[in-house]
């Protein structure tokens, strides 16, 4: 468990909070380029790490995040007029550009120097592969765009999902991304937990029970080995990793030799300290990846609000029969919903002093305890973890993950020895 005291430190990301600093000091999304489509489409709100801002397309395709409230007199931009390479207020006319600069005051007299006086609140975006990113921190501190692969793929190796608004702080949804423990009871189906044992919701034997968890810290984050033991000579290997400051990377079941074949990475991302959004991105390093539409799970999910179509107002449209019988934890909807379920029922702000943590707990604990760790570092004026200035110095090309039955001896962070030895996974996994 937390202290009360952590656990304030953790999830609250206000301006000025410790953690809403360390935030700050990385590119995170903002809006899915798709919220934006076409250069003067309608702006859309923006809530985020507690600011409420405005994303628009300008009339030559570049991305702007303002302050939501005008200069002026603080009416709202989302109502703006999204016209001729800039959003204009409808109260008096104000008128900014994508970096906040005043383009227009007409309401003022011609001779008037207000706009060349005031600088408007915006953030710079870039926009890549569908994701619109944004940095909110110190201009002279801002750093590289992550090298992730869904970052520097070619586009059409590249799906992201829709959005989902969570009701809960950011750190119960990405504890919950980068738990392997919860997949074999919450996201259970009849048929699916084997191959083996026909038409229920029965485990194959050695999983959902008894595992064993090994914990590599690396510069750039966590990497975790969920291990489940077949017979006697073989282990089950499901890596996953955490990278700051809200990134959990669960392997899927498209593999090379047990070695996954690109990412699922789930943002977590705070819309304040009781509210979040949620972005799954899918890439493929081997090739393109056909294109759902952005749908998620069985059914669609989500409304056109991001908001889910099962929600706690509506018990997430539990199902007791089906639980008896076909859906483990009853909510027939997929994984996004069911995993929505969980956090948001701890709680908007989990009480972890409340908590008594296990042997599965081990990333989360280990998640814990590195955030803890980057925010004292921080406190002695270092910069936060993973961050990078110079291309040689970005950290993430070379990592990946792993879901594979291999032999007992092979070591699960060693890509050559995983590659050598991978035979068929387990299955659904």
Same mark, same amino acid.
């Given at each position: 468990?937390?202290?009360?005291?952590?656990?304030?430190?953790?999830?609250?990301?206000?301006?000025?909070? =410790?953690?809403?600093?360390?935030?700050?000091?990385?590119?995170?999304?903002a809006?899915?380029?798709?919220?934006?489509?076409?250069?003067?489409?309608?702006?859309?709100?923006?809530?985020?790490?507690?600011?409420?801002?405005?994303?628009?397309?300008?009339?030559?395709?570049?991305?702007?995040?303002? /302050?939501?409230?005008?200069?002026?007199?603080?009416?709202?931009?989302?109502?703006?007029?999204?016209?001729?390479?800039?959003?204009?207020?409808?109260?008096?006319?104000?008128?900014?550009?994508?970096?906040?600069?005043?383009?227009?005051t007409?309401?003022?007299?011609?001779?008037?120097?207000?706009?060349?006086?005031?600088?408007?609140?915006?953030?710079?975006?870039?926009?890549?592969?569908?994701?619109?990113?944004?940095?909110?921190?110190?201009?002279?501190?801002?750093?590289?765009?992550?090298?992730?692969a869904?970052?520097?793929?070619?586009?059409d190796?590249?799906?992201?999902?829709?959005?989902?608004?969570?009701?809960?702080?950011?750190?119960?949804g990405?504890?919950?991304?980068?738990d392997?423990?919860?997949?074999?009871?919450?996201?259970?189906?009849?048929?699916?937990?084997?191959?083996?044992?026909?038409?229920?919701?029965?485990?194959?034997?050695?999983?959902?029970?008894?595992?064993?968890?090994?914990?590599?810290?690396?510069?750039?984050?966590?990497?975790?080995?969920?291990?489940?033991?077949?017979?006697?000579?073989?282990?089950?290997?499901?890596?996953?990793?955490?990278?700051?400051?809200?990134?959990?990377?669960?392997?899927?079941?498209?593999?090379?030799k047990?070695?996954?074949?690109?990412?699922h990475?789930?943002y977590?991302?705070?819309?304040?300290?009781?509210?979040?959004?949620?972005?799954?991105?899918?890439?493929?390093?081997?090739?393109?990846?056909?294109?759902?539409?952005?749908?998620?799970?069985?059914?669609?999910?989500?409304?056109?609000?991001?908001?889910?179509?099962?929600?706690?107002?509506?018990?997430?449209?539990?199902?007791?029969?089906?639980?008896?019988?076909?859906?483990?934890?009853?909510?027939?909807?997929?994984?996004?919903?069911?995993?929505?379920?969980?956090?948001?029922?701890?709680? *908007?702000?989990? /009480?972890?002093?409340?908590?008594h943590?296990?042997?599965?707990?081990?990333? =989360?604990?280990?998640?814990?305890?590195?955030?803890?760790?980057?925010l004292?570092?921080?406190?002695?004026?270092?910069? +936060?973890?993973?961050?990078?200035?110079?291309?040689a110095?970005? =950290?993430?090309?070379?990592?990946?993950?792993?879901?594979?039955?291999?032999?007992?001896?092979?070591?699960?962070?060693?890509?050559? *020895?995983?590659?050598?030895?991978?035979?068929?996974?387990? +299955?659904?996994?």
């Amino acid at each position: 468990m937390l202290s009360r005291e952590d656990n304030e430190l953790l999830c609250r990301v206000g301006p000025g909070t =410790p953690m809403g600093e360390m935030f700050r000091r990385y590119w995170i999304p903002a809006v899915l380029s798709r919220e934006i489509p076409e250069p003067d489409s309608p702006p859309v709100r923006v809530r985020l790490l507690g600011e409420d801002l405005v994303a628009f397309r300008d009339s030559l395709g570049r991305v702007g995040l303002l /302050d939501e409230h005008c200069s002026h007199r603080r009416a709202s931009l989302f109502y703006g007029r999204n016209e001729e390479c800039g959003l204009r207020c409808i109260y008096h006319g104000w008128k900014y550009d994508v970096e906040g600069t005043i383009l227009d005051t007409p309401a003022e007299p011609l001779e008037s120097m207000m706009k060349h006086h005031v600088k408007h609140p915006a953030y710079p975006c870039r926009e890549i592969n569908g994701l619109v990113l944004t940095y909110m921190g110190p201009r002279d501190t801002m750093p590289l765009v992550p090298n992730f692969a869904w970052l520097t793929a070619p586009a059409d190796h590249v799906e992201i999902g829709d959005k989902y608004w969570n009701e809960n702080n950011w750190l119960q949804g990405v504890e919950g991304d980068c738990d392997s423990s919860h997949i074999d009871y919450l996201h259970r189906r009849a048929g699916m937990a084997t191959r083996t044992l026909g038409d229920t919701m029965q485990l194959a034997p050695g999983f959902g029970e008894a595992l064993h968890f090994e914990v590599e810290r690396e510069p750039w984050g966590l990497k975790v080995a969920a291990i489940r033991y077949v017979g006697d000579t073989h282990k089950y290997v499901r890596t996953n990793m955490f990278v700051p400051p809200c990134i959990g990377i669960p392997p899927t079941s498209r593999m090379v030799k047990g070695i996954v074949d690109g990412f699922h990475a789930v943002y977590q991302i705070p819309a304040d300290d009781y509210n979040t959004w949620r972005i799954d991105v899918n890439v493929k390093v081997s090739g393109p990846l056909g294109h759902s539409g952005g749908g998620n799970g069985r059914r669609r999910e989500v409304g056109p609000d991001w908001k889910k179509v099962a929600n706690s107002a509506n018990e997430y449209l539990l199902d007791r029969e089906k639980q008896r019988t076909r859906v483990y934890c009853g909510v027939d909807f997929g994984n996004h919903t069911q995993d929505a379920c969980v956090t948001e029922s701890m709680g *908007q702000i989990s /009480d972890r002093t409340l908590e008594h943590l296990g042997v599965c707990d081990a990333q =989360p604990i280990a998640m814990r305890e590195f955030l803890l760790g980057a925010l004292r570092a921080m406190e002695q004026g270092k910069d +936060p973890p993973g961050i990078a200035f110079e291309p040689a110095r970005n =950290p993430y090309a070379d990592i990946f993950t792993v879901n594979a039955t291999v032999p007992l001896d092979v070591r699960w962070s060693d890509r050559g *020895q995983v590659q050598a030895n991978a035979v068929e996974p387990a +299955p659904f996994y």
